[in-house]
């Protein structure tokens, strides 16, 4: 099928660094809806839970009921792509402190597990996402959680001194930096393509 007029992918966009993925995600090659109310979700096969404030998120989603749309989305065959504040949001728990979670990715996270504002960085991690080979990448780590475990079904594709950062689970991808502050003028970057990938296997 050629280029579809209708955006197959949204990003939520309450809060939180939405406009830069909608950017990397042109750059790769798609359009994306913003997603602000479960009925903006409708016709959409994958949707990325950005970076910001996960207590934010929380607190902006639960009035419209977008956590219990996120959860059906994704038991309806919906791909779920979050990064940073988007992690935390998927995980199954969370500390540092504890906090409600939808608990759609088997992993155990620290908010901010890498310290203050201040400890924030830019490092170099590896990637060996499925059907390519392992490669450097650069990762921008901002106030970003530490996964501390995950469950069997997590697929760990990304690393950065030895730490899982990117996370496979079911058609959910997880990073703990953002991967939309590193993007390419052309194609964007390997972690949003790799998203496009997942939801057109899932379209399938
Ligand atoms: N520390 C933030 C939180 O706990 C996440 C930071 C980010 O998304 N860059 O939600």
Same mark, same amino acid.
């Given at each position: 099928?050629?280029?579809? $007029?209708?955006?197959?992918? !949204?990003?939520?966009? #309450?809060?939180? *660094? =939405?406009?830069?993925?909608?950017?990397?995600?042109?750059? $790769?090659?798609?359009?994306?809806?913003?997603?602000?109310?479960?009925? /903006?979700?409708?016709?959409?096969? !994958? %949707? @990325? #839970?950005?970076?910001?404030?996960? &207590?934010?998120?929380?607190? %902006?989603?639960?009035?419209?009921?977008?956590?219990?749309?996120?959860?059906?989305?994704?038991?309806?065959?919906?791909?779920?792509?979050? &990064?940073?504040?988007?992690?935390?949001?998927? $995980?199954?728990?969370? &500390?540092?402190?504890?906090?409600?979670?939808?608990?759609?990715? /088997?992993? @155990?996270? $620290?908010?901010?597990?890498?310290?203050?504002? +201040? *400890?924030?960085?830019?490092?170099?991690?590896?990637? !060996?996402?499925?059907?390519?080979?392992?490669?450097?990448?650069?990762?921008?780590?901002?106030?970003?959680?530490?996964?501390?475990?995950?469950?069997?079904?997590?697929? +760990?594709?990304? &690393?950065?001194?030895?730490?899982?950062?990117?996370?496979?689970?079911?058609?959910?991808?997880?990073?703990? =930096?953002?991967?939309?502050?590193?993007?390419?003028?052309?194609?964007? !970057?390997? +972690?949003?393509?790799?998203?496009?990938?997942?939801? /057109?296997?899932?379209?399938?």
């Amino acid at each position: 099928m050629g280029i579809e $007029a209708e955006a197959l992918v !949204g990003v939520l966009a #309450l809060q939180g *660094d =939405f406009a830069a993925h909608e950017r990397a995600l042109a750059l $790769a090659g798609a359009g994306a809806r913003p997603v602000r109310v479960p009925a /903006d979700l409708s016709g959409l096969r !994958g %949707l @990325v #839970l950005p970076g910001g404030e996960s &207590t934010a998120l929380l607190r %902006l989603m639960a009035p419209v009921g977008m956590e219990e749309a996120v959860r059906r989305f994704h038991g309806a065959g919906g791909v779920l792509f979050g &990064t940073c504040a988007g992690l935390i949001l998927l $995980a199954a728990k969370v &500390t540092g402190p504890e906090q409600p979670s939808l608990g759609l990715l /088997d992993a @155990v996270v $620290a908010r901010n597990g890498y310290g203050r504002q +201040i *400890d924030s960085f830019v490092g170099t991690g590896r990637i !060996g996402l499925p059907g390519e080979e392992e490669r450097d990448l650069e990762m921008v780590f901002i106030r970003a959680p530490r996964v501390l475990a995950v469950g069997p079904g997590v697929r +760990i594709v990304g &690393t950065h001194s030895g730490e899982p950062v990117l996370l496979e689970q079911d058609r959910i991808l997880a990073a703990t =930096f953002h991967p939309e502050m590193s993007v390419q003028p052309e194609g964007g !970057g390997p +972690i949003h393509r790799r998203f496009l990938a997942m939801c /057109d296997a899932a379209g399938r």
